[in-house]
């Protein structure tokens, strides 16, 4: 089916799939795990291509409400159908397959994702992972049918880095044998969760534990939100749409306020800690961050996802580029493919070995996640540190490669790229925002780091380390290893790479014909080349190491270092006396967003102002043709010695303190353009979250409530759609 040829293909593209140098079919079934699968997906595909209702008007031509409901119209559909093909299936490995197919192929169907994600992609891995036995039985059957419809509500207003900091209350009545659900501020609305705006009738929400007058931290609950028939939110809580986004137009995500809400004792996800009828607290788990287990397993899901994603655009630009003609370089010689000029191959090619890099590490990565259960099902969690470090970096890196790479896919079909029909803007707006859900990018490397210290601590031990950080023991008292954060990060993209690197020959290793095992081996040695040069820079770097000193005077450093920390400077810091939670303004790392921007602000004010005295000369002396080509660097240059000399002349005015505040911003731009090559400016501020005033939560959720989806209790797509769906009557 596949193989037939089509009418009317590009002569370009046809000349350049000539000119492959291995079976196409046979790196497919390399893809799908082998040739039954391929054929089973295909089969799987065609029964949706022949059932399926496509579009008729482009999504993105929609208003924001014909989008949701024409997104809730494609999802009931194709969930129809995946419901029915998950019935007939009996296997745990086809059931996995199965549902990987059909998120595949789901996204033929919607450029935005489908309200549902938060159904399959949270809702239901929460409550196999969370649930007890008796639970799983009650909950699963229900959800795997569709017969309700869920969410994942954790994040709220004022947190959703710092989960320990949750505001939501689920406090224990024993006389009605009941949880009572309070938002008691603001801040503790939930905010964000997918699907709840509008579509959701059950939600997981996740909130402080109190029994017995006693706080037992976070928990999640299984709740319903809104009536089964009439779909109206039920008595006792607020709920609606939280307003447009960058992407995920069509996801509803949503706000949710409880004002005495009662749910039943058991609606507690009972599997690591239960309340008994009267009220004592049992703690089953021997972990305690079990109850985290559903992040962890979407994070590794996001690494996968980062590669199907990075191929769809990768392969949209590659097409593309065979078929683009430009730039005559020589006289009447035809216009060449711009796919033949080395730098876009520059652009393109890394972007190739990444997808490969992501999807044979995150095949590696699931299997890994799946042992790893395996052994807590019999009591050992001994592995789970490892697992949640290993996986929050690979999430971090792979979320944030991914949209950068998307980027370069865009740039690399120049202006038609930015049109919403090519999807590439689509792609980016849905994986940029990867790089903040499930965890933040920062924060993440940080937990990994943490993990890598303590590591480190075992290496200096003498201790036994587990095979994958066994590194570090072999870098010991030399001078490779480099104890900042970057120097962290860098080690462990370090391993992804050579899991990349010994997964794909394992891979290739047998069945596979020699023409792909040399486009593998090229592909990874492509990507680990890419990154050696990406990161030459650091690797120049000095120690500035107290645990890789020559000497190895490790202790003794560590400890001349600590007394010097200006915390050890007096006995008791007065947040002894009143801690203050930090704001995110305090962490270095945020601050290194941010202060660049202001920075930079200033640089291109002055170098604007600088190039407009000089564009007539400049144009005149060397002609606009030559101009337009400078590379970065030289562009970078002028910015920073513009902004240097420049400001220097419109400061000597100023009053002392500003003068200092401003040449600061010089010095910081100049340093931080030697480490980096990126920044970001944002000119015109029209932002709820950077309003004069700070009163972020209250704008928000104004901005939340004048959202139209919201002036409507009920969309009529319920009626439509979802409620025919749901009670198997459509
Ligand atoms: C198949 C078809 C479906 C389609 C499929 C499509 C794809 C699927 C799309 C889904 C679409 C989703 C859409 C977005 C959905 C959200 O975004 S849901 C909300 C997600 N939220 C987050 O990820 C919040 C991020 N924050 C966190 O994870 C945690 O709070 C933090 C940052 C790890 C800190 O937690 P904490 O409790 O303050 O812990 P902390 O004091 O830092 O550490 C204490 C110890 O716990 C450990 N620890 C922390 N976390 C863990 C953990 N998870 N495990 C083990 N240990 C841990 C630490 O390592 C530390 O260990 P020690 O060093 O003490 O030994
Ligand atoms: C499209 C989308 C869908 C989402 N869907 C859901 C959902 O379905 N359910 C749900 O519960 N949530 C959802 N979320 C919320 C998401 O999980 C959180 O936004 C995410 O975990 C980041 O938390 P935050 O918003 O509190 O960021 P913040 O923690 O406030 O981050 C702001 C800045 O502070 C920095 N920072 C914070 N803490 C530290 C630290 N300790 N050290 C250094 N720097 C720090 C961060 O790096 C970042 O630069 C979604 C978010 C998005 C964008």
């Not at 992972?129 to 909950?139: F, N, R, T």
């Not at 309070?182 to 009738?201: D, I, V």
């Not at 890394?350 to 299997?367: H, R």
């Not at 040069?533 to 120690?543: F, K, N």
Request: glycine share 6%; hydrophobic share 40%; charged share 20%.
């Amino acid at each position: 089916m596949r193989n037939k040829p089509i009418a009317n293909v590009n002569a370009d593209l046809l000349k350049e799939r000539k000119n492959c140098s291995f079976d196409i079919e046979e790196l497919t079934n390399l893809i799908d795990g082998g040739k039954n699968q391929t054929a089973r997906r295909r089969e799987i595909e065609n029964m949706l291509l022949k059932n399926m209702p496509f579009d008729i008007i482009p999504e993105e031509c929609l208003s924001a409400k014909e989008k949701y409901e024409n997104a809730v119209r494609k999802s009931v559909a194709l969930n129809k159908i995946g419901v029915e093909l998950v019935s007939q299936v009996t296997k745990a490995k086809e059931l996995s397959d199965l549902t990987l197919t059909l998120r595949r192929v789901s996204d033929a169907y919607f450029r935005e994702v489908t309200p549902f994600l938060l159904h399959l992609g949270m809702f239901i891995p929460t409550i196999l992972g969370q649930c007890s036995d008796e639970q799983v039985a009650h909950w699963l059957p229900l959800a795997m049918q569709l017969k309700i419809i869920g969410t994942y509500a954790q994040t709220e207003l004022g947190h959703g880095t710092f989960i320990r900091g949750l505001e939501t209350t689920a406090t224990y009545d024993e006389r009605t044998e009941e949880f009572v659900l309070n938002s008691p501020t603001l801040s503790s609305s939930k905010w964000w969760a997918g699907g709840l705006g509008k579509t959701a009738n059950h939600c997981i929400v996740v909130a402080q534990l109190y029994t017995k007058g006693e706080c037992y931290g976070t928990h999640p609950f299984i709740v319903q939100i809104r009536d089964m028939d009439t779909h109206m939110p039920l008595k006792g809580l607020k709920v609606g749409e939280i307003g447009p986004r960058l992407g995920f137009q069509t996801a509803d995500n949503g706000f949710l306020v409880f004002d005495n809400f009662r749910i039943p004792r058991d609606s507690l996800m009972m599997k690591h800690a239960k309340v008994l009828k009267d009220g004592t607290y049992v703690k089953i788990a021997r972990h305690s961050k079990l109850t985290y287990g559903t992040m962890i397993f979407v994070r590794v899901l996001l690494v996968s996802e980062m590669a199907f994603n990075l191929s769809k655009a990768v392969t949209i630009a590659v097409r593309y580029s065979a078929v683009r003609r430009q730039s005559e370089l020589k006289p009447n010689e035809p216009e060449p493919q711009v796919l033949d000029y080395l730098t876009q191959q520059h652009k393109l090619f890394i972007s190739i070995s990444t997808v490969y890099a992501f999807q044979f590490t995150s095949n590696w990565l699931m299997k890994t996640y799946h042992t790893v259960q395996a052994n807590m099902k019999h009591g050992n969690t001994d592995a789970l540190p490892e697992l949640h470090a290993l996986s929050s970096c690979l999430k971090a890196i792979c979320t944030s490669d991914c949209s950068a790479a998307i980027e370069q896919c865009r740039f690399a079909c120049g202006g038609h790229g930015y049109m919403i029909s090519s999807n590439l803007p689509s792609l980016y707006a849905f994986t940029t925002a990867t790089r903040t859900y499930e965890g933040d990018y920062t924060v993440l490397l940080l937990q990994t780091a943490r993990f890598l210290v303590k590591t480190w601590e075992q290496v200096e031990l003498g201790n036994a380390v587990t095979p994958m950080v066994a590194y570090l023991a072999r870098h010991q008292n030399r001078e490779a290893w480099d104890e900042s954060p970057e120097g962290i990060i860098r080690a462990f993209e370090a391993i992804a790479a050579g899991v990349y690197q010994t997964e794909s020959v394992r891979s290739v290793s047998f069945g596979q014909s020699d023409a792909i095992k040399d486009v593998m081996k090229q592909l990874s040695d492509l990507y680990l080349l890419y990154w050696s040069l990406e990161r030459t820079g650091d690797l120049l770097t000095t120690l500035k190491s107290t645990l890789g000193s020559y000497d190895g005077r490790v202790y003794e450093r560590l400890m001349e270092e600590a007394l010097k920390s200006p915390l050890n400077q007096e006995p008791v810091n007065e947040s002894f006396h009143n801690e203050p939670e930090p704001q995110v303004m305090d962490f270095v790392s945020q601050q290194h967003k941010l202060f660049i921007g202001i920075a930079s602000y200033y640089s291109y004010s002055m170098t604007a102002l600088w190039l407009w005295d000089i564009l007539t000369k400049v144009t005149s002396e060397l002609g606009v043709g030559k101009t337009d080509r400078l590379p970065e660097s030289h562009g970078r240059a002028v910015f920073m010695s513009v902004f240097n000399s420049e400001m220097e002349k419109s400061v000597s005015s100023l009053s002392a303190p500003l003068q200092a505040v401003l040449r600061q911003l010089v010095e910081l731009y100049l340093y931080y353009w030697t480490l980096e090559k990126r920044g970001d400016l944002l000119l015109v501020l029209q932002s709820t979250l950077g309003s004069y005033d700070g009163r972020v939560y209250e704008r928000l959720m104004e901005e939340a409530l004048k959202n139209p989806p919201n002036k409507e209790p009920v969309n009529e797509s319920f009626h439509k759609y979802l409620k025919p769906f749901i009670q198997g009557k459509l």
